[in-house]
């Protein structure tokens, strides 16, 4: 990165130069710590659920790294001339919320007086050094699942404009700020060759960063990713976060869409996602088992959404 040669030491499983969805480092030999930070301006206009989904987002990198996260700082910028700071108890209410469902403690954290709100927390998580799930390492024959509907970003963009339903609202509210943590947990009994959560690089983005540099290409079924109620319609009208064009563009040297991926579709499949799902590839014949288990764990769109082949590598074709 820039041609600068940053400090490290033989206990780094996972560092910068990997760039992947946390950093891991060696303790013992069966103690890793896995380590992250987030933060980002409000996506919700409720602070509460914009604190949840605030330390949802946060833990998702641990959970990306196959790991249990234990502790939290919280990070705030706050506007406080301008704003009360009820905002700013509810927000860190939210937080602390998210983090008492995850069983994850607060330890401390650290705020400055900023012109715009943020709010993130950095996380702390534990691994075995042998476990550790990054990007990379998917083989061909793996199925590819998805544990949470894509669309977020188009949504949220049209929640700003009030052109979605409060119900909409509500359940695309609760989808951000819904923890990847049982996802995690089920994943560590199967052969998960390598994993990541759906963040801002959209799904495409995302799955790109997985099989980029890999001896493996990829193929997605359209009609079998999931896509929250209206997202598609949003899309259609021009509901498209920016982000979208950016992530379309940085990599679509890597995309082949067949006829039957309309354009909404693929704006989906480009839609920066803010705390979305894991994506992670297993042997064929543990797909349907681990796909069952995320049903049964209040993940009913999961989906098995493609799978790994040694033609065509470095191409997702869709
Ligand atoms: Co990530
Ligand atoms: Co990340
Ligand atoms: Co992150």
């Known amino acids: 990165m820039c041609g600068i040669a940053f400090p490290t030491d033989e206990n780094v499983i996972v560092g910068l130069e990997k760039a992947d969805d946390a950093g891991v480092y060696k303790i013992t030999d069966d103690i890793a710590l896995i380590q992250t930070v987030d933060f980002f301006t409000p996506v919700v206009d409720d602070p509460y659920w914009f604190g949840r989904i605030a330390a949802a987002n946060a833990l998702s990198d641990v959970y990306a790294m196959g790991g249990t996260p234990k502790t939290a700082m919280n990070l705030v910028a706050f506007p406080v001339k301008t704003m009360a700071l009820s905002v700013l108890r509810d927000i860190i209410q939210g937080g602390v919320d998210t983090l008492k469902e995850a069983g994850v403690v607060l330890i401390g954290g650290h705020s400055i007086e900023d012109s715009e709100l943020k709010y993130g927390l950095s996380v702390t998580g534990v691994i075995h050094p042998d ?3 990054t990007k990379h390492g998917l083989k061909p024959g793996d199925r590819l699942i998805l544990t949470k509907p894509l669309g977020t970003g188009i949504v949220n963009t049209a929640i700003k404009g009030g052109l979605a339903p409060d119900e909409l609202v509500d359940r695309v509210t609760r989808l951000m700020a ?53 997202a598609e319609e949003f899309a ?14 940085f990599r679509e040297s890597m995309i082949r869409f067949s006829d039957r991926t309309g354009r909404e579709l693929q704006d989906i499949l480009f839609d920066p996602q803010t705390s979305g799902g894991l994506l992670f590839g297993v042997p064929e014949e543990e797909a349907e088992s681990i796909l069952a288990r995320l049903k049964e764990n209040q993940m009913a769109s999961a989906s098995i959404v493609g799978y790994i082949t040694a033609d065509h590598q470095g191409t997702i074709r869709v």
Do not use: Q, W
């Open 131 to 133: 476990r550790v799930l």
């Open 178 to 230: 819904s923890l990847n943590k049982k996802a995690a947990e089920l994943l560590s009994g199967y052969s998960v060759h390598a994993c990541t959560d759906i963040t801002g690089f959209g799904f495409l983005g995302h799955l790109a960063e997985m099989i980029a540099g890999s001896p493996v290409g990829a193929v997605i079924y359209p009609e079998k990713i999931p896509v929250i109620p209206g």
């Open 236 to 249: 259609a009208m021009g509901l498209i976060p920016g982000g979208a064009y950016k992530n379309r563009e």
